[in-house]
Nanobody
Framework: VQLVESGGGLVQPGGSLRLSCAAS????????MGWYRQAPGKQRELVSS???????SYANSVKGRFTISRDNAKNTVYLQMNSLKPEDTAVYYC?????????WGQGTQVTVSS
């Protein structure tokens, strides 16, 4: 199974980015898919997750600004990030879980700076 992220980059405060994560080689539907992030010197933290039934959860710091969605037919998860702040700067990792198996993407850098 391979998770490939795209959509990171440099954006000004208040701007938007959309991250995508496409899974290949699975042949099954993941139980959960989501996004974590890790800023320099900090632990990796859960940003948002979505179940196969589209139940969602968000970290308090991104509620109202980020929206997660998934396309089960394409085994792809998205993260729409609006009203970005400098503190959102981090490497964002895609995560997927099937039963007790966990899969990670390679990470994509998001930098929010003027």
């Amino acid at each position: 199974v391979q998770l490939v992220e795209s959509g990171g980059g440099l954006v000004q405060p208040g701007g938007s980015l959309r991250l995508s994560c496409a899974a290949s080689g699975s042949g099954f539907r993941f139980d959960d898919m989501g996004w974590y992030r890790q800023a320099p010197g900090k632990q990796r933290e859960l940003v948002s997750s979505i179940t196969s039934d589209s139940d969602t959860s968000y970290a308090n710091s991104v509620k109202g600004r980020f929206t997660i969605s998934r396309d089960n037919a394409k085994n792809t998860v998205y993260l729409q990030m609006n009203s970005l702040k400098p503190e959102d700067t981090a490497v964002y990792y895609c995560h997927a879980r099937w039963h007790w198996y966990h899969y990670w993407g390679q990470g994509t850098q998001v930098t929010v700076s003027s």
